[in-house]
């Protein structure tokens, strides 16, 4: 945010805590009084009017259309990352127990000096001792609700047996910062969140792919930037299942990974990677949760998901002997529902088509092959990878004839650039040589266990070092 959106931000959440401050006061008077109001309390201290202005904290009041009770439970999940004295009221014991107000729920943090409200302590605020309001106002604390479902706030229930009321009330990391900064949040990377955003510095019109493939890849762009108005407008949701799904399968470096990360940045979408070696587990179970903590967090959020070796999670299901064969059919069968109740986009890439369950292939949109560039896109990478550079390449250097002789992939074709850029840079001045190239061909034919072609066979040791 800039300082004027940065001022009118804050002026917008100090205008909320003032009325919150109010209705924590005048709830807190009443309850020792013994006063039972006949009336909404938020009737009588209604919340300060939001002009429609760019301060995030009023965009989203406007985007939900927030009515008051909803506008309280939020600011009370936002004030202790803001001003968490301001719950300090909550510490008030009762002397004839001699422990804190059962009434006023919230919990104690591990670190946390502050009072960490709870669904009980916005009940509380609410509706005080008045059943008939917490009969009514037991809606906005079921998933389905705005709050919840749209991921702005979630529950963190430590025991499941337990008043379901109880739960901690949380403001969801995203919309933290969201409220507080107007940015966007990048979860980190961790066992609890097994994605990584991956991003290319390359553009859309560097994508070199064979024309069928990427008329496919262009059409996941088409739903990408009209899915509103396919799903919504056009209707389409009420034929078929949310979001999309793609099967890219092909040899490693045919450029499956740089497609999807082009697919997020043309469209404007963060691009996250699943490491399946987080997402498997062995202990029976956390599988499972692994997954519904990646994609309750994605949900909300429009994210590219893109599975990387797929094949390794999503293979021929296990004919069933034991408990641990059922188990893992089990993930399989989870992950598909996932995937398939998932809005976004979700990629899902293989090296090996063969391996894919049948029963899980049906349920792509496309299943789009990345096969071997030929000759003309081989050249293509030759040249954009090596012409117009800060560098400068020998003159004795054919790209069409190494384009023509030797079968690479655009990631094998990198591989070569990396290595004869760490031998041109030892040099004066910074030239690249045909003898880099082969020898650098060599290097990536051995790895793959394929003979070098004709044209650099021999050459190692027959010429000369440059210097």
């Known amino acids: 945010m800039n300082p004027t959106q940065l001022d009118k931000n804050a002026d917008c959440i100090d205008r909320e805590l003032i009325w919150f ?18 009336e909404d309390l938020l009737e009588s201290i209604p919340p300060p009017a939001m002009s429609h202005t760019d301060a995030p904290y009023a965009e989203i009041v406007h985007q939900f259309n927030l009515l008051p009770a909803e506008r309280l439970v939020l600011i009370l999940s936002v004030i202790p990352h803001i001003k968490p004295h301001l719950l300090d009221t909550f510490f008030i014991r009762n002397q004839n127990l001699d422990r804190g107000y059962t009434e006023f729920g919230g919990l104690s943090g591990n670190s946390h000096g502050g009072f960490l409200p709870t669904c009980e302590t916005a009940m509380f605020l609410l509706t005080g001792d008045r059943l008939s309001a917490r009969l009514r106002y037991d809606g906005i604390f ?157 949900q909300h959020q429009d994210w590219i998901l893109f599975f990387d070796e797929a094949d390794s999670l999503f293979g021929k299901r296990i004919e069933t002997q034991n408990s641990n064969d059922r188990a893992a059919n089990q993930e399989i ?30 349920r792509f ?60 840079v030892e040099r004066t001045p910074h030239k690249i040589y045909e003898e880099d190239l082969l020898k650098g061909i060599s290097r990536e034919l051995r790895k793959e266990g394929r003979q070098a072609g004709k044209a650099n066979r021999g050459y190692l040791g027959s010429i000369p070092a440059r210097s």
């Open 21 to 38: 401050n109010s209705v924590l006061e005048q709830r807190i008077k009443l309850h020792f009084e013994g006063v039972q109001t006949p």
């Open 142 to 298: 079921k998933t389905e609700h705005v709050l919840f479902a749209q991921g702005i706030l979630y529950l963190d229930r430590q025991h499941v047996h337990e008043p379901q009321l109880s739960a901690a009330l949380h403001l969801s990391p995203e919309y933290r910062e969201r409220i507080i900064t107007g940015q966007s949040y990048t979860p980190p990377f961790s066992s609890a969140f097994p994605a990584q955003q991956i991003t290319t510095e390359l553009e859309w019109d560097d994508l070199v792919l064979n024309p069928a493939t990427r008329q496919e890849i262009d059409d996941i762009l088409t739903w990408v930037q009209n899915k509103d108005l396919l799903m919504d407008k056009w209707k389409l949701k009420q034929r078929i299942k949310p979001g999309f799904r793609c099967l890219f399968y092909g040899p490693p470096g045919t450029g499956k990974t740089m497609t999807a990360c082009l697919l997020g940045k043309k469209s404007g979408l963060p691009v996250f990677r699943i490491d399946l070696s987080k997402v498997i587990s062995k202990y029976i179970g956390e599988t499972e949760k692994n997954l519904a903590r990646l994609f309750n967090r994605a």
């Open 333 to 362: 069968s989870y992950l598909l529902q996932r995937i398939e109740d998932y809005s976004g986009l979700a990629i899902l890439a293989t090296n090996l088509r063969s391996h894919l369950d049948e029963a899980f292939a049906r």
């Open 365 to 424: 949109q496309s299943m789009i092959r990345f096969p071997m560039p030929n000759a003309e896109q081989r050249l293509q990478l030759w040249q954009d990878n090596f012409l117009n550079k800060p560098f400068d390449v020998s003159e004795e250097v054919d790209f069409e004839k190494l384009a023509n002789e030797h079968e690479l992939t655009g990631g094998g074709i990198i591989n070569i650039l990396h290595y004869a850029c760490i031998k041109a």
